[in-house]
């Protein structure tokens, strides 16, 4: 059984929580340990967010625990006419976070049947504690940059082996399957690089760069590209020698393919391959006429893939 950093993080302001509060001396000092609990979070934007969200939902639920238990008296339905108006005033503000947390609080008031002055500061104290411990633990975040690295890499990797396999198949030297494959293991590897990259972004308050997100999300729209260039890689039948010029480009295209790389270059090359194709001997028959279009668009595919590099570093 593995312990996590944030079961770890749970664990730790869960008990100072319930220590602090006891030793303020104040009431119901197991409920800042449950507040600290359900305050850490995956990442410190959200724990962030979360905590604010909670401090403020709790002032306008002590506005409206005022009127109900003034109007109906501390009894059970005061506090059900309680929920009947915070809980939509608490998601329509996307607060609803805070629903459990402030809910458990209000019952405080219920239990002693009175909103003193000394008793709202008590919620309040409670909450602050709980959420407080709660952001304090979540200001470290281990680093994943060298994850995000490490997946960058290999899905960089993986989709110029994928090019590699489609030139495979124009040449009949290997089947669309192996293509098909490939295709998911980039998914997958863009996933997880993804996943970690927003994580790392979540964890900067103060200077957010999105640089890395942006990445992942432009191979995924080079991925869409690479879906249809397999759909297309199977289905043409033509000569050795007509597709040899493809070949090479995409042999050109591994040798070069990369973060750093631009695209320029290659977006140039694309279009040399394009005009040669041009001058070729028009096809005689249906046949090769179709596979010829099938070709061009194949080319074309991987133009568009090129250029969604090339804008990429436009913007960036």
Excluded: W
Excluded at 154 to 182: G, H, Q
Excluded at 220 to 230: E, G, K, P, S, T
């Amino acid at each position: 059984m593995k312990i996590g950093l944030r079961t770890i993080k749970t664990v730790v302001t869960a008990t100072l929580g319930i220590i602090i509060a006891t030793t303020l001396g104040l009431k119901f000092p197991s409920t800042a340990g449950i507040i600290a609990i359900l305050s850490v979070t995956n990442t410190k934007t959200s724990s962030f967010k979360v905590g604010l969200g909670r401090i403020i939902a709790l002032f306008i639920a002590i506005i409206i625990a005022l009127i109900c238990y003034s109007i109906l008296g501390y009894t059970p339905i005061a506090f059900g006419l309680f929920l009947l108006i915070y809980i939509p005033i608490a998601a329509r503000f996307n607060m609803s976070e805070a629903i459990p947390v402030n809910s458990v609080l209000i019952t405080h008031f219920l239990n002693e049947g009175n909103m003193s002055l000394s008793l709202v500061i008590n919620a309040v104290s409670l909450l602050l504690i709980g959420v407080g411990l709660a952001l304090i633990a979540n200001l470290y975040m281990p680093n994943v940059q060298g994850r995000i690295d490490t997946n960058k890499e290999k899905v960089d990797l993986e989709i110029k082996e994928l090019l590699l396999k489609m030139s495979a198949v124009l040449s009949k030297k290997t089947n669309k399957i192996n293509c098909e494959r490939s295709l998911e293991n980039i998914e997958q590897s863009i996933d997880q690089g993804e996943s970690y990259a927003k994580r790392h972004f979540d964890n900067r308050l103060l200077r957010k760069d999105d640089y890395e997100v942006s990445y992942f999300q432009m191979r995924r729209m080079q991925l869409n590209v690479l879906q249809d260039m397999v759909e297309l890689v199977g289905k043409i039948e033509i000569e050795h020698e007509i597709v040899e010029a493809i070949n090479v480009l995409i042999k050109e295209i591994y040798d070069t393919y990369g973060e750093k790389n631009d695209g320029k270059e290659l977006n140039d090359k694309v279009s040399k391959v394009i005009k040669y194709y041009e001058t070729k001997e028009l096809p005689k028959t249906r046949i090769e006429f179709e596979n010829r279009a099938r070709l061009f668009q194949f080319l074309t595919e991987i133009q568009t893939f090129i250029h969604i590099k090339v804008n990429f570093n436009l913007v960036d």
